[in-house]
């Protein structure tokens, strides 16, 4: 089965800029989409397409995808940036198609 | 206001059934995939099962193929996940979720979240 692998936790400073890595076996092919999850929340879906915002999410958060890895980043990083981020996909490439969620990474804001 | 709400969580003892429903409102239900996606407490998510705008394409995860069946009521405005022989593995938050398209497969994001409802399987 296809696998996202993403780094269990980022520290960053508050006006920092934070990178959330998101590692899978050509990634670059699929459409990757991101989240965030803030503690006792549900899900909120801040990236979608690769880099496309929904309206609402600040231009803060931008995304890029390509070879093996996609990438989540956070410019000028406020308190409020502080949860957890999964990315996701759509896959087909094995006998059963079936969406992926990667493993997740806890952004702290120091 | 768009909004999923979800209910028919609880308690229920291994082997056992649960029915889970998700209202919808604020948007045109039947021009949307739905999903089911769940988080065991600590822990990531996982996508459970997806139903297309027109119960045309359906999928499960494997972890529940066989024991789970989604359905949906466009006329109701309702999703609905029907979980038999349950385990103490699938004890978890069930979210449902909007599909930014009409079909499962399609490379969709999952826009709308409810607040889930919890399911505990234990004896």
């Known amino acids: 089965s296809y696998v996202l692998t993403q780094p269990p936790s980022v520290s960053v400073a508050p006006g920092k800029t934070a990178r959330i890595t998101c590692g899978g076996n050509?990634?670059?092919?699929?459409?990757v989409h991101w989240y965030q999850q803030k503690p006792g929340q549900a899900p909120v879906l801040v990236i979608y397409?690769?880099?496309d915002r929904p309206s609402g999410i600040p231009e803060r958060f931008s995304g890029s995808n390509s070879g093996n890895t996609a990438t989540l980043t956070i410019s000028r990083v406020e308190a409020g940036d502080e949860a957890d981020y999964y990315c996701?996909?759509?896959?087909?490439?094995?006998?059963?198609?079936?969406?992926?969620f990667g493993t997740g990474t806890k952004v702290t804001v120091l | 206001e768009v909004q999923l709400v979800e209910s028919g969580g609880g308690l229920v003892q291994p082997g056992r059934s649960l029915r889970l429903s998700c209202a919808a409102s604020?948007?045109?239900?039947?021009?949307?995939?739905m999903h089911w996606v769940r988080q065991a407490p600590g822990k990531g998510l996982e996508w459970v099962s997806g139903?297309?705008?027109?119960?045309?394409?359906?999928g499960y995860a494997d972890s529940v193929k066989g024991r789970f069946t989604i359905s949906r009521d466009n006329a109701k405005n309702s999703l609905y996940l029907q979980m038999n022989s349950l385990r103490a593995e699938d004890t978890a938050l069930y979210y449902c979720?909007?599909?930014?398209?009409?079909?499962?497969?399609?490379?969709?994001?999952?826009?709308?979240w409810g607040q889930g409802t919890m399911v505990t399987v234990s004896s």
């Open positions: 979720a909007k599909d930014i398209g009409r079909i499962v497969g399609a490379q969709g994001a999952f826009d709308i």
């Open positions: 604020g948007f045109t239900f039947d021009d949307y995939a």
């Open positions: 139903i297309s705008w027109n119960s045309g394409s359906i």
């Open positions: 050509n990634i670059g092919s699929k459409s």
């Open positions: 397409y690769d880099s």
């Open positions: 996701q996909v759509w896959d087909s490439s094995s006998d059963h198609s079936f969406y992926v």
